[in-house]
């Protein structure tokens, strides 16, 4: 039969297939089946599922031409190539993961040693991108911030890319948040008389000592040339954090009086382009409106 698969026997040397049938000697276990069949009937959730294994592993294949179970597995030319293909497929593609797996080591190594080495002041911490405008991939994911001397980087050890913003792209600098908060339970003690009641105060005050929680909650807006990214640090509070972003400050405000200096300066030439009759009232509001926007 096609597709049927091929035995050769031990004994005769015959190649062909080879059915299941009973073990030779399956009646020297005719107690053993009788003790199963009559456990079946009584117990037949467990009986039969029995019942039916020990029938399964009782037979066993037999040469088709001599009847011998001394039979093996033969397999054709065909299935030997397929075979080979198929083992050198999985090899390749073991390859291809392993060589993955090396290149995102050597990429994380890469990015750790750049995220590590601190020089000119560089500082770092830990952050968790709450979302922007333009940072929708990154939302909700905690990376790692370095404060450079002139850019930011974000290092996504998700993704293992490394997110550069230079100052000169940073417009607006906003820190927020509650800062540290401190959760205490309010348990008061008291008692029956003062010595029970200095008693039922001091275990109250352990209790709150114990129990007492706090948790800070930091948020810094940024908003960029064509983004905005809001991230919250769990490590720092407000103040220190705009200490720690100060040097982003700086160039941010520098940025935003050298910008409104450049649109006073266009401005005041259109208006003498206007004055002088080189531009119409239309092209010089025009020009206005652009300017501004």
């Known amino acids: 039969m096609s597709g049927e698969a091929l035995f050769k026997c031990k004994d005769c040397s015959q190649i062909g297939p080879a059915k299941k049938k009973l073990h030779g000697a399956w009646y020297f276990l005719l107690p053993i089946w009788f003790v199963a069949v009559i456990f079946a009937v009584g117990f037949p959730l467990v009986g039969v599922p029995a ?10 294949r037999h040469c088709k031409f001599c009847g011998s179970m001394n039979v093996s597995r033969h397999f054709t030319d065909d299935e030997l190539q397929k075979a080979k293909q198929a083992k050198d497929e999985l090899r390749k593609k073991i390859e291809k993961l392993n060589a993955k797996k090396d290149m995102e080591s050597r990429i994380r190594d890469n990015l750790q040693r750049d995220l590590n080495f601190i020089s000119d002041g560089a500082k770092k911490l830990k952050i968790k991108v709450a979302g922007g405008v333009g940072w929708e991939y990154l939302q909700n994911q905690s990376v790692d911030l370095k404060i450079m001397n002139s850019e930011l980087r974000i290092y996504d050890w998700k993704r293992l890319e490394k997110k550069v913003i230079p100052f000169d792209q940073i417009r607006d600098v906003e820190i927020g948040g509650p800062g540290k908060v401190v959760n205490s339970p309010g348990i008061s003690g008291g008692g029956f008389g003062a010595e029970g009641a200095m008693t039922g105060m001091a275990l109250a005050t352990v209790a709150n000592l114990v129990l007492t929680s ?3 909650r930091t948020i810094v807006r940024l908003l960029l040339d064509n983004a905005e990214v809001i991230f919250v640090s769990t490590d720092i509070e407000p103040d220190a954090m705009r200490t720690l972003l100060s040097s982003v400050f700086v160039h941010a405000r520098n940025h935003s009086v050298t910008r409104a200096d450049s649109i006073s300066d266009q401005l005041a030439k259109l208006k003498g382009l206007y004055d002088s009759g080189a531009l119409s009232d239309d092209q010089y509001r025009k020009a206005v409106d652009k300017i501004v926007s």
Do not use: A, Q, W
């Not at 019942?51 to 066993?60: A, H, I």
């Open 214 to 216: 706090s948790s800070t």
């Open 51 to 60: 019942l039916v294994v020990m029938y399964l592993l009782m037979r066993k």
